[in-house]
């Protein structure tokens, strides 16, 4: 668990980290993420990450707060709304200091609970292992719609195979979520490594259905933050070929890749 707790904490780090050189025109500039800004980023993060907090201290606590939640989304508001509504006195810099206070708050209520702990959530519950690993993958993805307003590439290292993980087991999930009959076969999927020359591999090699690349691409796709024609994988057998066009790591409604080119940007150093 410490391990798990340590990678999202380098991965709050890394995402603050920049959002500290942001300049006040920057923190307003809209990303091709559904015309968020780096601030909507950052507050989505900051709301989720406080209740995430009180997931793991009170669980009847959160349970009132998810039905106002609930009771507010069943009147036609987005949660994007909410959260503008919730930090809306706070700039940036002020904003950047809440959230940071939260996700250490969170760090260290996760760091001291059994990996197995069953923790509450919008859904199923989850592991508390599981639990930190879908805050790094939430962080991880809004963080690279904050990477793409600056226009830098970011730093890729091992805290993606968190990530392409969690891409990989929800296989059928995005078959399932969009009604759709899941393949019988489950594609093998091998991914280099962001370092090295390590591959990272998941399945039976002898499957007809086959996914290759790069981890951060992969990562990319599952996370809906690319298009699959803006990446390098490649696959062979139908139900690898159906999965890419369709593959969505987190929870909630169908959600549609970007169109091919609409975030191929061209990064500086």
């Known amino acids: 668990m410490q391990q798990t707790t340590d990678d999202l904490h380098a991965e709050y780090a890394q995402l603050a980290e920049l959002a500290r050189t942001l300049t006040p025109a920057q923190w307003a500039e809209r990303s091709a993420f559904y015309g968020w800004t780096p601030w909507d980023e950052i507050a989505h993060l ?4 406080e209740t995430a907090l009180l997931s793991a ?4 606590a959160f349970a009132g707060n998810t039905a106002k939640l609930l ?3 069943a009147t036609g508001r987005e949660i994007s709304a909410i ?3 919730k930090y809306a006195r706070l700039d940036g810099a002020a904003l950047l200091a809440q959230w940071e206070s939260v996700s250490a708050r969170l760090i260290d209520a996760l760091s001291v609970l059994d990996p197995k702990a069953r923790l509450p959530w919008y859904g199923p519950s989850m592991s508390a292992r599981s639990f930190a690993t879908a805050r790094l993958m939430e962080t991880w993805a809004h963080g690279q719609d904050v990477w793409d307003v600056v226009r830098r590439r970011r730093p890729a ?6 990530i392409a993980h969690i891409g990989v087991t929800t296989f059928g999930w995005s078959f399932v979520n969009r009604k759709r009959p899941v393949p019988e076969v489950v594609p093998y999927v091998e991914l280099r490594a962001p370092r090295g ?3 990272w591999t998941w399945g039976d090699p002898a499957s007809p259905a086959q996914v290759r690349g790069s981890a951060l691409d992969f990562c990319l796709l599952v996370t809906q933050r690319r298009n699959l024609a803006d990446t390098g994988l490649t696959w062979s057998g139908d139900a690898a070929r159906e999965w890419l066009q369709i593959a969505q790591c987190f929870a909630g409604d169908p959600a549609d890749a970007p169109a091919p080119g609409v975030r191929q940007v061209a990064y500086g150093d």
């Open 46 to 49: 900051c709301f989720f990450d």
């Open 83 to 85: 959260a503008r509504e």
């Open 197 to 199: 020359d390590a591959l």
């Open 57 to 60: 201290t009170d669980a009847a």
């Open 157 to 162: 290292g091992d805290r993606l195979r968190h």
């Open 71 to 73: 009771a507010e989304l």
